[in-house]
T-cell receptor
Framework: EDQVTQSPEALRLQEGESSSLNCSYT??????LFWYRQDPGKGPEFLFT???AGEEKEKERLKATLTKKESFLHITAPKPEDSATYLC????????????FGQGTELSVKP | SAVISQKPSRDICQRGTSLTIQCQVD?????MFWYRQQPGQSLTLIAT?????????ESGFVIDKFPISRPNLTFSTLTVSNMSPEDSSIYLC???????????FGPGTRLTVT
């Protein structure tokens, strides 16, 4: 059964304190791994797609990496506006367009 | 990416009633997806809606409870029928990207059932 587990559940950082969020996954045939940002009261906002182990994507202070078992979202020198819930999802070749989401990591960045 | 709108943005409904949620996209898409996000939980796919065919429901979700319409390539509705407090959730529609596999989400409909 396809499964996605994110850790930690919550992360509190000081502004400028870099850290990483983890997404461990089990999937029979990985079509893609996706990172989203979700602000309170809003729909998820797409950040990155990773397709194969070794792939990396960057956007501003965020960098996503992928191995055969997990993905990391590295946040460099975060700012308070980076505070949000970050969601990881996988798509299985055998399950059409279905996204399987993890529980998310709630990130809080204090000034 | 597509621009997606949903109506209503939120509603408070009484037990036993039904609510229809609308999803409008600014471009034509073959597939539309409906997800549920229960309080404190992550997103779970309810069904996939293709234009011109019946929706495909995920395990645990049935058409009688969540009927879906897909009259054209830019619009879909999800009805939550005979509601109970357990149906209190955020309901989101999404569409795939044009050239890749990611999905873009609408702003969601926050439903509270009393």
């Amino acid at each position: 059964e396809d499964q996605v587990t994110q850790s930690p559940e919550a992360l509190r950082l000081q502004e400028g304190e870099s850290s990483s969020l983890n997404c461990s996954y089990t999937v029979s045939g990985l079509r893609g791994l996706f990172w989203y940002r979700q602000d309170p009261g809003k729909g998820p906002e797409f950040l990155f797609t990773l397709y194969s182990a070794g792939e990396e994507k960057e956007k501003e202070r965020l960098k996503a990496t992928l191995t055969k078992k997990e993905s990391f979202l590295h946040i460099t020198a975060p700012k308070p506006e980076d505070s949000a819930t970050y969601l990881c999802a996988v798509q299985d070749y055998n399950q059409g367009g279905k996204l399987i989401f993890g529980q998310g990591t709630e990130l809080s960045v204090k000034p | 990416s597509a621009v997606i709108s949903q109506k209503p943005s939120r509603d408070i409904c009484q037990r036993g009633t039904s609510l229809t949620i609308q999803c409008q996209v600014d471009s034509q898409v073959t597939m539309m997806f409906w997800y549920r996000q229960q309080p404190g939980q992550s997103l779970t796919l309810i069904a996939t809606a293709n234009q011109g065919s019946e929706a495909t429901y995920e395990s645990g979700f049935v058409i009688d409870k969540f009927p879906i319409s897909r009259p054209n390539l830019t619009f879909s509705t999800l009805t939550v029928s005979n509601m109970s407090p357990e149906d209190s959730s955020i309901y989101l529609c999404s569409v795939p990207g044009q050239d890749s596999y990611e999905q873009y989400f609408g702003p969601g409909t926050r439903l509270t059932v009393t």
